[in-house]
């Protein structure tokens, strides 16, 4: 997607953003990261990173505000929803924000400045890039045993009752 400029309006919830993060300074145990979901000009949810505090390695800033949002909402969709955050997204909440069709996701700081900071986000995203055998997480399939037969055909059996034909995303 194009860059689109800065809006007065994307500065106001960018900075709120940020004054979430900056509460992790005050509160033990957090870390600096803040996240607001916005829709039509309003805030909908906002997140703070909550990884140690409920000892979850997915509760961070952007996953916490999907969270609350789709249960704000009543549905995980959010294609009309703004991410605003505090920093450039790791992988995993990146990955949130296309999960939720979030189109249009606004961050502060690079994840160059959170690596400089002793966060892992750019190694992982270095990481992802490289062939499964070249990662540091071991990764294994049974791809021609039984086992991704009978995990496939559940798979199948969900598409099967859905009211609409599934379009394969290959």
Not at 3 to 10: L, S, V
Not at 16 to 42: C, M, N, W, Y
Not at 55 to 78: I, N, Y
């Amino acid at each position: 997607m194009p860059y689109a400029p800065e809006t007065p309006q994307d500065h106001d919830f960018l900075t709120q953003a940020i004054e979430l993060s900056r509460h992790a300074l005050e509160d033990e145990g957090k870390t600096p990261f803040g996240a607001i979901v916005v829709i039509d000009g309003d805030v909908v949810a906002t997140g703070t990173s909550s990884v140690v505090e409920l000892r979850d390695p997915t509760a961070h800033a952007e996953v916490m505000a999907l969270r609350a949002a789709g249960t704000k909402l009543g549905h995980h969709l959010m294609e009309d929803a703004v991410m605003y955050s505090s920093s450039e997204p790791c992988p995993m909440c990146l990955t949130a924000c296309y999960w939720a069709r979030i189109p249009r996701l606004v961050y502060a700081a690079t994840s160059h400045d959170v690596a400089v900071n002793g966060f892992e986000d750019l190694q992982f995203y270095r990481e992802l890039a490289l062939p499964n055998a070249e990662r540091s997480l071991l990764t294994e399939t049974s791809a021609g045993g039984e086992a991704r037969a009978i995990a496939a055909s559940a798979l199948a059996g969900w598409a099967d009752k859905l009211p609409f034909p599934v379009e394969p995303k290959l």
